[in-house]
């Protein structure tokens, strides 16, 4: 089953931290989990299948946010700096763990969301690209090695994962710009499909995830070239 994108923030004033976490489910990520010491953090990150994380750099025994953020790189895991430390040493020290971002306390909500959305946007061409979507009021992050197919209905579109799908209004060609063509291939006005996923293939339609999808005459030649059928 396809799980939730899950963040984690490390924070170690506790008030701080629960704020922050409103803010993050406010933004549409469910469960963020919070560790309120490094040896928390390094248990969540190595157990827990964390996907990014919000690092405060000073924490109770100093500036142990930046031994987590060595950590995190070791782990593949994007990350971002929430501080109040803008002195050149930590700048210095923290800019050589390459985050995402920096933000300095105090912030906004924007503030944070920025931070996020960069983050992920600089990650991406790591091992795990994503793709941001709206499902109702909620922003997800959806994995592109997961998508199985999209399909167009109506103003809106339908993206299959394994054991889950999402609806977010938005053209399909719109999507489909936001995603690498290597991966991806439309195959019909109505459906696109992940290149990893295909089962079977023939002239007039290919089998992604036991779905049968046409493939129409306007696409064929395309299809056909990329696939080397």
């Known amino acids: 089953m396809e799980r939730d994108f899950r963040i984690l923030i490390v924070e170690d ?4 931290a629960e704020m922050i976490r409103v ?16 040896d928390a953090a390094l248990d969540f990150l190595e157990h827990n299948g964390i996907d990014f994380s919000i690092l405060d750099i000073n924490l109770r025994d100093g500036m142990e946010g930046i031994e ?37 306390k105090p912030f906004s909500e924007e503030d944070l969301r920025a931070g996020i959305e960069m983050s992920l946007m600089h990650a991406k061409g790591a091992a795990e690209e994503v793709v941001a979507i709206k499902d109702g009021h909620n922003s997800l992050l959806i994995r592109l090695r997961d998508i ?18 999402y609806l977010t209004r938005m053209a399909l060609t719109s999507f ?5 063509s290597s991966q991806f291939i439309r ?4 459906y696109a499909v992940g290149r990893n996923h295909i089962d079977t293939i023939s002239r007039s339609f ?12 306007s696409y064929r030649d395309e299809v056909q070239m990329r696939l080397k059928m």
């Open 13 to 16: 004033e506790s008030l701080i």
């Open 68 to 104: 987590l953020a060595r950590k995190a790189n070791d782990m593949h895991i994007p990350f971002m700096f929430l501080t109040s430390y803008s002195d050149q040493k930590t700048l210095r020290e923290a800019t050589q763990t390459k985050p995402g971002a920096y933000v300095i």
């Open 206 to 217: 290919v089998s992604v995830a036991g779905k049968k999808i046409p493939i129409s005459r």
């Open 23 to 38: 803010m993050i489910e406010e933004m549409g990520y469910p469960n963020p989990l919070v560790a309120l010491t490094k």
């Open 176 to 180: 489909l710009e936001q995603l690498p």
């Open 148 to 165: 199985q197919l999209i399909q167009a209905d109506n103003i809106y579109i339908e993206i299959f994962t394994p054991g889950k799908k």
């Open 187 to 190: 195959v019909h006005r109505s």
